[in-house]
């Protein structure tokens, strides 16, 4: 099976006022579908920038990404918009759903922007908060839900649009530790369930037994492969 996720010899780096920070180094990784990667490492290890790279929000200083099927590393914004839209989930660890939408709306509005009909997006939308757990509270604005409830919604929305690779950074951060085990688990039984392929970068290292592959960023370049 070839590779739906191809990275080589990723570099970044900022600049500022003169000065350089390489912030990563030659990173390359493959990944097929339905797999999952785990990538641990400290605060600052550059681990959420290299999830934004390869989610099309950020841009390689050298190297080459290929995923799903296209080059993303030379793309103009107007395609990368549309790459991130149809082939990738984000989840970050803050919910960002829109107070003033129900959980049931949250899921709908992707699917409705993407050209979806109503009718189409509320059954998927149905099928999806079903899938979480959320079923009764599908009419709940967001301030009606806990925190762990939100994320399940989150997660929920990054499956909206059938993309085909997931990225989530620190999903679970915000969680205690017993609604962020459940948390986890419901991700990786979704990722699962719909056949996606999953990247999560966190710096709880007690995740990496759950993916198919685990690196750590230290100095930013892969460690412990």
Known sequence: MSSLLEVRNVNKIYKSEGESL????????????GES????GESGCGKSTLLNIIGGLDSVTSGSINSCGLNITDMGEEKLT???????????????????FSALENLMLPLLI??????IAKEHALKLINDVGLYDRKKHYPSQLSGGERQR???????????????????TGNLDEMNSGLIQNLL?????????SLILVTHDATIKSKGNFHYSIKSGRFVNQ
């Open 153 to 171: 919604v989150a997660i929920a929305r990054a499956l909206a649009n059938r993309p085909k690779i997931i990225l989530a950074d620190e999903p």
């Open 82 to 100: 549309s790459y991130r839209k149809k082939s990738v989930g984000f989840i970050f660890q803050f919910h960002y759903l829109l107070k003033d």
């Open 22 to 33: 390489e912030v990563l180094q030659e990173i390359s990784f493959d990944l097929k579908k």
């Open 188 to 196: 990786f039984k979704l990722v699962e369930d719909y056949n996606k």
């Open 37 to 40: 990667l785990i990538i641990t």
């Open 114 to 119: 993407n050209g979806e009909s109503k009718k």
